[in-house]
């Protein structure tokens, strides 16, 4: 089989597979939990989960633990021939050719599946390009923001989408043009894989309120390119506060920042050693706690911009900021919904404003809008998401 170890021949039970194929971590969360529960429920269906990279495998390794249920089988895919290794080598710190490359060279293990899961949509390449019409495809997406590219057309490609809850699938039908009959609401399967116990780390012990400032990596949405490094400067100068920077696991990842949405190419920069040895500045640019909700449960106080990670931090009404860096026009539009949460300001000019207003704002102008946005997106109930996700994988599966 093309680039594949570890994939036995299959015949028999309906075979599913669970692809993480990315260049960093934030995606498996979202979708793994559901492996193991449709692995567990013991349906007579057999589980595959794949893994493309080392850094993919181990965190994989980790989430799963020590316990792996006995009919969940592991499959690593990877570039399986030499030209595909050289073009991965010679372009991959800029450009996300590595995820593409894997579809091509492991078509055996795609087509030997009834049905895969996945948690992006580069995957759709496998109908649009190389054909495989049969492959059912179901959608667990890797977050449940408001941005607009979660909402495109290529959407309706999908076989079936499990969304986090309504305003998912208002937005998929009214502009993605996705049949509803497609759509089912399943929940946050990544509640499921994380501790919802808010844990405070080493630096906050001084008790002064903690910020996460959170960016995107999107250049066309981002307050980083703009305003970031004044961000860093505010607080190097205002020690009252504690910084946590931890920006999109995937802003500093590679030397360039390239955007499909909007093609856009930007260059991150790098950090001066003045924000790494400031005593109230934790930063992250990339480690597990940037994925695992340990920031968005430990912080007082979100400033951003376009991040879904916003309605994570929601999970626990806050007081929460919004950098308006590029003066989109967002009151009424839907791609900046979250912004109703809280503050929006346009420049670090009005932050220490802002933030000192934070907590009595909060209280009078956005907590019951936060609840009313955290309950838009995510229908959450007694019986945990990853369940019903797996639930409705396995109806879809038996039934079509």
């Not at 080493?202 to 995107?216: E, I």
């Not at 980083?224 to 505010?234: A, C």
């Not at 506060?241 to 790098?270: C, E, Q, W």
């Not at 951003?304 to 003066?327: M, T, W």
């Amino acid at each position: 089989m093309n680039g594949a170890k570890g994939l036995a021949p299959r015949i028999g039970p309906p075979n599913i597979g669970f692809l993480f194929n990315h260049d960093q971590i934030h995606q498996i969360a979202h979708s793994l939990p559901v492996a193991v529960s449709l692995a567990n429920a013991s349906l007579g269906l057999h589980v595959s989960v794949a893994t493309t990279n080392t850094l993919i495998d181990s965190e994989v390794s980790r989430l799963l633990g020590a316990i792996v249920p006995a009919n969940l089988e592991r499959v690593k895919l990877g570039a399986g021939s030499l030209a595909s290794r050289l073009v991965k080598k010679a372009f991959g710190t800029v450009l996300p050719v590595g995820k593409l490359i894997i579809y091509r060279d492991n078509l055996d293990y795609f087509r030997s599946l009834d049905v895969l899961v996945v948690t992006e949509r580069t995957s759709l390449i496998l109908k649009s390009r190389y054909g495989l019409q049969n492959l059912k495809m179901i959608l667990i997406d890797h977050g449940a923001g408001d941005r607009a590219i979660g909402f495109g057309e290529s959407a309706a490609m999908f076989n079936h989408i499990l969304a986090a809850g309504p305003k998912i699938k208002d937005r998929l039908i009214a502009e993605a043009k996705v049949a509803p009959s497609k759509i089912r609401i399943t929940g946050y399967p990544k509640f499921d894989a994380v501790d919802p116990a808010p844990a405070k780390l080493l630096f906050q012990g001084n008790g002064n309120p903690t910020v996460l400032y959170n960016p995107h990596l999107s250049p066309h949405l981002s307050s980083w390119f703009k305003h970031g490094r004044d961000v860093l400067d505010w607080f190097v100068a205002h020690p009252q506060y504690n910084l946590i920077f931890a920006p999109h696991i995937m802003l500093f990842h590679r030397r360039a920042v390239f955007t499909i949405d909007k093609l856009r190419l930007a260059l991150p920069g790098s950090l001066k050693k003045k924000y790494y040895n400031a005593r109230n500045i934790h930063i992250d640019l990339g480690s597990i706690a940037s994925a695992d909700m340990t920031y968005t449960n430990a912080a007082d106080i979100y400033l951003g911009d376009v991040s879904s990670q916003i309605y994570e931090f929601l999970r626990f009404p806050r007081p929460a900021i919004f950098i308006n860096s590029h003066g989109h026009d967002f009151t009424s539009d839907p791609n900046y919904a979250h912004w109703r949460a809280g503050d929006v300001i346009a420049s670090t000019d009005e932050l220490g404003a802002a933030l000192g207003r934070a907590e009595a704002m909060h209280q009078t102008n956005y907590k019951a809008a936060q609840k009313a946005l955290f309950d838009y997106t995510f229908d959450l109930t007694d019986e945990p998401s990853s369940r019903r996700a797996a639930r409705a994988i396995a109806e879809i599966t038996n039934c079509e």
